[in-house]
């Protein structure tokens, strides 16, 4: 998945796993950018009685760099706080929750945030409401109207929401980790099955999502609403992470704990599929505790990934010319670690220099686009991946086609790829249900009522 | 956690009256910060490599790195 589950270590802790990370212009507020930041993965809408939250012990953080530097200028961290109107009883909620301060809703979460921006620290937003998880007709009946109730306008034109969401990002997760075996290729694959459709494996479940817009003069480094798309202060690099504090201990037989020390990284994100796809195993949970300035030392990672060599195994015959391609991969270290300097793609640019860093690299000054195209800047799209990513962009094909070869030309034009490499996919695309035209964009998530397991 | 617990696990990290010199300084600097009376915060003591003497001491989200090869020496021992 995106980042899901990528690494041994967060695979054991969702409530701090890193699972996507957003940045783009927002399309109805074209003077501002929306970060979303997702965790939590794969949530069953029904898990309950105990339904999904955000972790009171974690930190979570959005990081912007607007001077190239590959370390963040301003941070926007969010820290909770769960309170319960009724230790009495076991349920989440003793009746409809017909708004969000509602009595009947017996556990909520509420979150500061903080924004940090150049050392300074400053409180922008204190006990500001989370969204119940959506239970089911009788006990969310207007789902919609919950969730809207808990966009909060902070002062100087921000806005922010936190609570749970409709997964955002769709991939064929059964085929993908059964030794890449994409349905509508597996014919040509090792396994040789007949060719099928792609499986969306995330289509019902939820993620909890932390989605802040914030007027494109507060992310420049010159305060500056960038217009022109040739100058560096246009871009940004985003990424989000999630904190632990460094000691726990637990008290014996009162199921209580303290916290103890500095803030600890634990997950990072930046560009999708990363740590997912191209750090080995080895480095996996090392790569989620380093900040992305030191993104160096994993080059060897973009430089030759292993699914490049895959590919031409796992299926015979189909990636001849990707088979001998053993160069070092300077597109995908420019797409993922530096940016795409000008001169590669007419009109487009996202570069910050070559400090090796994996973010999101978004330039603000290029507007939404009228009719996206979900494969972003290859589709001919420069409003989406990857500059930056929007929520709907298919990040699986981009991704399985410039690790296929089809964006080496743009170091290389000698190179010719492989015909399979403009065609590969494993056979999905957005599904305009799961996202919303308005902030927070991502769509209310199914209730546990309404879901049937499995149905995918 | 009650303030009796709460110096008794002192003791416990540290073991002698030297630890609690330098991890009562700790909770002092934090009280000032906070203007709160001492020992209000549990405290943790971890030594990471007792032969280098290095001691993290941890109260509320703060950190101190203290180098003390004989406390370290004398936690280690405590806790074996």
Redesign the interface.
């Known amino acids: 998945m995106s980042s899901h589950r990528e690494a041994p270590a967060i695979s054991k802790d969702p409530v701090a796993d890193n699972t996507d990370t957003y940045a783009f212009v927002s399309p109805d507020d074209p003077g501002t950018v929306t970060i979303i930041s997702n965790y939590l993965p794969l949530e069953a809408p029904f898990g309950g009685p105990n339904f999904f939250e955000f972790g009171d012990d974690v930190r979570y953080e959005l990081h912007i760099d607007n001077d190239a530097d590959g370390e963040p200028e301003i941070t926007y961290e969010f820290e909770f706080e769960t309170e319960v109107l009724n230790p009495d009883t076991f349920l989440y909620n003793v009746g409809p929750i017909d708004s969000i301060t509602s009595p009947n809703w017996n556990r909520r979460q509420f979150y500061t945030v903080t924004r940090v921006k150049n050392g300074h620290r400053q409180v922008i937003g204190r006990h500001l409401a989370c969204p119940p998880c959506n239970i089911g007709p009788s006990s969310t009946p207007k789902y919609g109207a919950l969730a809207a109730e808990a966009v909060h306008k902070l002062g100087g034109g921000l806005t922010v929401f936190a609570g749970q969401r409709l997964e955002g990002f769709y991939v064929d997760l059964g085929a993908i980790f059964d030794l890449g075996d994409l349905r509508p290729f597996q014919k040509l694959h090792l396994s040789g099955m007949a060719n099928a459709h792609g499986v969306d494996a995330t289509h019902d479940f939820s993620v909890h999502s932390i989605a802040l817009k914030v007027p494109k003069s507060e992310l420049t480094s010159d305060g500056s609403t960038p217009t022109n798309p040739a100058k560096q202060v246009s871009v940004i690099g985003v990424w989000a992470a999630a904190s632990r504090r460094r000691a726990v201990i637990r008290e014996p037989g009162n199921g209580t704990s303290h916290e103890s020390g500095g803030w600890v990284q634990v997950s990072r994100l930046g560009n999708p599929l990363i740590n997912e796809a191209i750090i080995a195993m080895g480095d996996k949970d090392r790569w989620n505790a380093q900040p992305p300035a030191g993104d160096s030392q994993f080059a060897h990672y973009y430089e030759h990934p292993e699914l490049a060599v895959l590919l031409p195994v796992l299926y015979p015959g189909v990636f001849p010319k990707l088979a001998k391609l053993t160069a070092a991969r300077a597109d995908l270290v420019a797409i993922l670690l530096t940016g795409i300097p000008s001169g590669i793609v007419a009109g487009f640019q996202n570069y910050t220099g070559s400090r090796q860093a994996d973010q999101l690299r978004l330039n603000m000054a290029i507007p939404p686009a009228s009719k996206p195209n979900p494969i972003g800047l290859i589709g001919g799209d420069a409003a989406g991946f990857p500059n930056g990513r929007r929520v709907f962009d298919d990040v699986v094909t981009v991704e399985l086609r410039a690790i296929a070869g089809a964006t080496y030309p743009l170091v290389n034009k000698s190179y010719k790829p492989d015909p399979a490499a403009a065609l590969v996919t494993d056979g999905l695309g957005p599904n305009a249900t799961r996202y919303q035209p308005h902030f927070p964009y991502l769509g209310d998530p199914q209730s546990g009522y309404q879901t049937t397991p499995l149905a995918a | 956690?009650t303030d009796l617990t709460r110096r008794g696990?002192v003791k416990n990290s540290a073991g002698a009256a030297a630890g609690m010199t330098v991890i009562g300084a700790l909770v002092a600097d934090e009280a000032d910060a906070r203007g709160a009376p001492p020992g209000t915060?549990?405290?943790?003591a971890?030594v990471s490599d007792p032969a280098k003497g290095e001691i993290?001491v941890?109260?509320?989200?703060?950190?101190l790195t203290v180098h003390d090869r004989k406390l370290a020496a004398r936690i280690t021992r405590a806790a074996r």
């Open positions: 956690m696990f915060e549990p405290v943790v971890y993290s941890m109260t509320g989200d703060r950190e």
